[in-house]
């Protein structure tokens, strides 16, 4: 703070240097004038100088001191009082700033929130028909027919689903219900809506779970699962996927594994970001990014490690971690 109040004040301090150097100047042209008064008279006056440069350092820096300590958001309290006149001017400025940007931001806000609410709703109103959809493809007798017409409709529905949670995310903390759920149970409920596109790709799901009850969020974890599932079916063909369970230390474990296309090794630090899709299969107009980012961001909430590991052609395993109880307690109550 010191070397910016100086730096404010230069032109302050080279006035008063180049006034007491044309001093001393007046003082050598001039031999009426004696030299020694001369250079007294500059020496008290640059020690005054100097103590008003102090005063004044102290009175002008604790406003914006108090401006740059503050915190940054819109809590008006916080606002240092002025007390010099370009000091009110700043005070009255930001404080005015800072109520319009404010109004502004709550303004947005509760405009997200009504488009948030809308798009929430027009999804549940989008379910009945589609359900409906799903009905009357049943009754499809043409076995390839039903089989293309239900892997679309399973595309649409999942697409769906995953927008209604990533709505939902902001207020996840809002949502959670930490409990003891059953691992198998949620594992066939996500693994069911898939036969008909996984008997299409011709793929098998093998399960050996040594460990069935762990603590999580069923809603939420159910969501993960369905992510990670879906990709590993849309990525792979002609196989099994492996779906094992069990303790490592005292942690809760889940694998999915898969002999599908892999993922290369410069994307795997990427592939939970974002809107990210791949660089090896860049044109893929089926990938949206989205699936794995809000897996991650989930994982996050529900305290879950998530381990990848991957080869190009050899196929990829996603390992979970859970949490010890002794971890979750802190928010087991929301």
């Known amino acids: ?23 001393l100047l007046i003082t050598f042209v001039d031999p009426t004038i004696p030299l020694p008064s001369a250079m007294y008279a500059v020496f008290l006056s640059l020690i005054l100088f100097v103590l008003f ?41 930001t404080t005015d700033q800072m109520e319009q940007l404010k109004e502004e931001t709550n303004r947005m806000r509760q405009q997200l929130e ?15 028909p589609l359900t409906a959809l799903h009905l009357l493809i049943d009754r499809v007798q ?29 207020a996840i903390e809002n949502d959670l219900y930490i409990d003891f759920v059953d691992l198998k149970e949620i594992l066939f409920n996500e693994i069911s809506p898939l036969r008909t596109w996984c008997k299409q790709r011709r793929i098998g799901f093998d399960l050996d779970l040594g460990v069935t009850e762990i603590l999580s969020d069923a809603k939420w974890l159910s969501f993960m699962l369905r992510q990670l599932l879906t990709n590993a079916v ?6 099994d996927i492996r779906i094992t369970s069990g303790l490592n230390g005292n942690k809760p474990f889940l694998t999915i594994q898969d002999w599908g296309r892999g993922i290369e090794k410069r994307d795997l630090s990427r592939i939970f970001e974002k809107g990210f899709t791949s660089t090896a299969n860049h044109t893929d107009a089926v990938a949206t990014g989205m ?32 949490p010890e109880l002794n971890d979750f307690e802190h928010i087991r109550g929301m």
Not at 114 to 128: C, G
């Open 291 to 322: 699936g794995l980012y809000l897996t991650k961001r989930v994982a996050n909430y529900l305290m879950v490690l998530i381990d990848v590991e991957s080869e190009p052609g050899n196929g990829t395993t996603f390992t979970l971690t859970f």
């Open 1 to 23: 703070m010191i070397r910016r109040f100086l730096k404010e004040r230069r032109s302050w301090i080279g006035f008063v240097l180049v006034t007491e150097f044309i001093f």
């Open 142 to 170: 043409d076995r390839e027919l039903n089989e293309q017409l239900t892997y679309e409709w399973l595309r649409i529905h999942f697409l769906l689903d995953q927008q209604l949670h990533q709505k939902r995310m902001p």
């Open 53 to 93: 440069l102090l005063l004044r350092y102290v009175k002008e820096t604790k406003f914006y001191k108090g401006l740059e300590d503050r915190e940054n958001n819109f809590d008006f309290t916080s606002m240092p009082d002025g007390t010099s006149p370009f000091e009110k001017v700043v005070e009255h400025v």
């Open 114 to 128: 009504v488009e948030k609410d809308d798009l929430v709703s027009w999804i549940h109103e989008v379910k009945t």
């Open 234 to 239: 849309k990525y792979s063909e002609n196989n």
